[in-house]
């Protein structure tokens, strides 16, 4: 039996270890409030290799195609396409092989070398000459290229499309026969499509390329708008080419050992270089460049009797109609049945037909942002940039630097921060209230809070059938509500406390405010680490900046970590500030799951003495930055994990594990057909608004087994001070629980810090 529970009012402390009053809430039905995980679009990956592991915080953009997302065009550049990469020109045919592009020796642009990729290129292409000529630019990592280049910002998939338009394309790993590379033509297939051949380990066609594919649509689009696109390729693992438009899209019979009639219909295209004039660096040194263009050339252009459907004379068998539904189609003129299965060579027609100038084309080398007007954490600060000494793509690791990630180069800019307006960020939480508060009115949900308190919305969402326990208590600096977490079967397993902070708090010597003023301009550290696959080039940083301070944090990502005896003060004043929430949340907690049926509560609930913490990891987040669903689950963990807001405000939600037996009907969508194994998500079951100065407290070690929780802020500058208790008996080696011990004491200089909650 759960007891009624009565309203409390402002400014009523209940004395230590009496079980609090507390306020009773009504609950909503379930929301449906937005959805911030994206899905994925269809487009078919390269072949790569998946993550070694799984993490939480990795960049979400890295599994997701971004170009996935509503996609505007940035900085307002002309769509262009891009072209890739190491294993492209393996097996190229025609007049192209001996030309391909391969390993660079040095740029025009620049006196630095590019490193020598670290990965397969070479064994891939020992046999093939140097390069004429440098790229511009290029990049070790794929995250690298998407986040400095604004024509290329697929993570997954060799399109980048902006607004259905293909503008950056990478050239496929994988061959046709027919394909060419040369210095201003290239001709591949619409990526996709293949399947890897267990027996022969390569990658097989067994399918059609569909006509309505996201591919496709896209090259026909760019084709029509005669947009320039852009390839890319080594001699770094990714390397630009240049700006290229499609002039031919058809469709071609392919050989297929896999599909019932040996072949299937794929979709190929023809690049045409857009600048005719400047060399190509990716040929060869010695080879010589294509004379002046002849403009004049053309293919002939025929109709078929049957279909009437025109199409380009572009093999040297002879004019054949290659609409795929035409009862005539690859019949040569005499009747005679072309022979797919023999590689088609294009005719010199085709090849050297060459389009007229399209006048200026844009630079690929993007502008360093003009960050004057700038505060320094807005997107176009966020988003990496080209080195302008060495071509390299950067990713934005340091909170306040810019550093080339080329080892060989050096280049470095202080990236110093601004202080953030106060009236942005309060603009920021007027957005916030604004759009929780009509979400809040669409879903009738909480309206009890906001009655209760006049003031504010705190709009927390959740689900009364999940969450039936919550309760509020008003401490006079802030205004807290915890909510008792159950575990599938019902039954309580931990709290979630949301301590906040009225103004006149913020603003205390030593409060929030003094804390975020300092440590916006201070460099303490924070950068973004490697998340997955690290040293490789499809590592990818995580999506926020970190620090930790005192004992190390041994989670999937790997943090630099100083002791608190080195730590600012503003660390040491948080940490002393999330000490006391700690303290409260728990007491009340305590206080409340003591009083209930035995039966109703899970034996590690109720939490007995614990300590302190002795460690605290800082995170930073800049415009769009987020940390995705995870727990605080380590073994080596106590139980509570605490964390103090500060900056722009943000929304945290928690939702089961997928693997939990919650009800069916909370789950998004139905199971996943194509992969059985993979469990359906569950929808959100709290969601709570953290503004500047709030604190939060996780109080139970299954709610870290139970749920996993997100964190997205909406505003662009944002700072997270998480503190736990990292248990030095549970560590692997002496060294680390010496160092855990160390590290991990709170100096004697910072009690001066000790927080009462006033
Ligand atoms: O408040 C935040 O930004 C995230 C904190 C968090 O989820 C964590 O550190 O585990």
New binding site residues.
């Given amino acids: 039996m759960h007891q009624a529970l009565g309203p409390v009012h402002r400014h009523s402390i209940p004395g230590r270890h009496a079980y609090p009053e507390v306020s009773s809430q009504r609950f909503a039905p379930l929301p449906s409030y937005p959805e911030y995980a994206s899905a994925s679009n269809g487009v078919v990956a390269i072949p790569r290799p998946k993550p070694s592991i799984q993490l939480a915080d990795i960049d979400p953009a890295l599994y997701q195609n971004e170009a996935t997302d509503p996609v505007t065009p940035r900085h307002g550049h002309t769509p262009q396409l891009v072209l890739r990469s190491a294993t492209a020109t393996a097996n190229l045919v025609s007049d192209a092989a001996s030309s391909s592009p391969v390993i660079t020796e040095e740029s025009e642009s620049s006196q630095v070398e590019i490193p020598e990729p670290n990965d397969d290129k070479e064994s891939i292409h020992p046999y093939k000459e140097l390069p004429s000529g440098k790229p511009l630019v290029w990049s070790a990592k794929r995250q690298g290229l998407c986040e400095a280049v604004p024509y290329y910002r697929s993570y997954k998939g060799s399109l980048y499309p902006i607004e259905k338009v293909a503008a950056g394309y990478l050239i496929d790993a994988e061959t046709d026969p027919g394909d060419v590379f040369d210095a201003q033509i290239i001709i591949s297939s619409v990526g996709g499509g293949r399947t890897r051949d267990r027996e022969t380990n390569t990658m097989v066609r067994l399918e059609d390329i569909p006509d309505d594919t996201l591919q496709v649509q896209a090259f026909k689009a760019a084709m029509e708008l005669n947009r320039l696109l852009y390839p890319c390729r080594p001699p770094a693992p990714y390397a630009v080419l240049d700006y290229f438009r499609v002039t031919d899209l058809w469709k071609q019979k392919m050989v297929s050992t896999g599909a019932t009639n040996g072949y299937v219909w794929v979709w190929r295209m023809r690049f045409e270089k857009a600048n005719l004039s400047t060399p190509s660096w990716w040929m060869p040194a010695g080879k010589e460049m294509p004379a002046t263009a002849d403009l004049t050339i053309r293919a002939p252009v025929k109709e078929c009797a049957f279909c009437r459907q025109a199409t380009k004379e572009m093999f040297e068998v002879g004019w054949f109609c290659m609409n795929q539904h035409c009862p005539n189609n690859y019949t040569l003129a005499g009747g005679t049945e072309v022979d797919w299965q023999a590689p088609l060579k294009h005719t010199e027609a085709f090849l050297n037909e060459r389009t007229p100038s399209p006048g200026s084309v844009p630079s690929l080398v993007p502008e360093m942002v003009d960050d004057t007007t700038l505060h320094g954490t807005e997107m176009a600060c966020r988003r990496g940039f080209v080195c302008p000494l060495c071509g390299c793509c950067n990713r934005r690791i340091f909170w306040n630097r810019l550093v080339c990630e080329n080892s060989d180069c050096g280049w470095e800019r202080l990236a110093a921060m601004k202080p953030y307006p106060s009236e942005t960020l309060d603009q920021e939480n007027q957005v916030f209230d604004e759009r929780t508060l009509r979400t809040t009115n669409r879903n009738d949900v909480n309206l009890d809070v906001v009655d209760f308190y006049h003031q504010d919305i705190h709009a927390t969402m959740h689900i009364k059938q999940i969450i039936p326990h919550s309760h509020s208590i008003d401490f006079g600096s802030h205004i807290a509500r915890q909510y008792f977490l159950p575990d599938a079967e019902g039954k309580i397993i931990g709290s979630f406390t949301i301590f906040s902070a009225t103004k006149e708090t913020n603003a205390q010597p030593g409060g929030p405010d003094e804390l975020f003023r300092n440590l916006e301009l201070q460099d303490f550290g924070l950068r973004r680490n490697p998340a997955a696959v690290a040293g490789t080039k499809y590592e990818g940083l995580t999506r926020h900046f970190q620090m930790n301070f005192g004992a190390r944090y041994k989670f999937g990502v790997t943090v630099q970590s100083k002791g608190f005896n080195e730590a600012p003060a503003q660390i040491l004043m948080a940490l002393q500030r999330l000490i006391w929430a700690k303290n409260q949340a728990v007491m009340y907690s305590n206080a409340f799951i003591g009083s209930q049926d035995a039966a109703t509560v899970s034996q590690s609930a109720l939490l007995g003495d614990h300590q302190d913490f002795n460690e605290l ?1 800082a ?1 930073g987040y800049m415009e769009e930055d987020r ?1 995705r669903y ?1 727990d ?1 689950g380590e073994d080596e963990l106590g139980p509570i ?1 605490s ?1 103090l ?1 500060l900056g722009s405000p ?1 929304l ?1 939600s928690f939702r089961p594990k997928a693997k939990q037996q919650f009800p069916e009907s909370l789950k998004k969508g139905s199971q996943p057909k194509k992969d059985p194994k993979k469990k359906c998500e569950f929808h959100d079951v709290l969601q709570v608004r ?1 503004k500047h100065g709030d604190m939060m407290v996780m109080a139970g070690t299954e709610i870290q087994k139970v749920y996993e ?1 997100t ?1 997205i802020p909406q505003g662009n500058r944002r700072f ?1 001070l ?1 503190a736990r208790y990292i248990d030095p008996t549970k560590m692997a080696s002496q060294e680390d629980r010496e160092d855990a011990i160390t590290k991990g004491a709170v100096p004697d200089w910072a009690r001066q810090f000790e927080y009462q909650g006033n």
Avoid: K
């Fill in positions: 990891l995170l940390i995870h605080d994990v964390a807001a943000c945290m953290m929780h964190v997270a998480t």
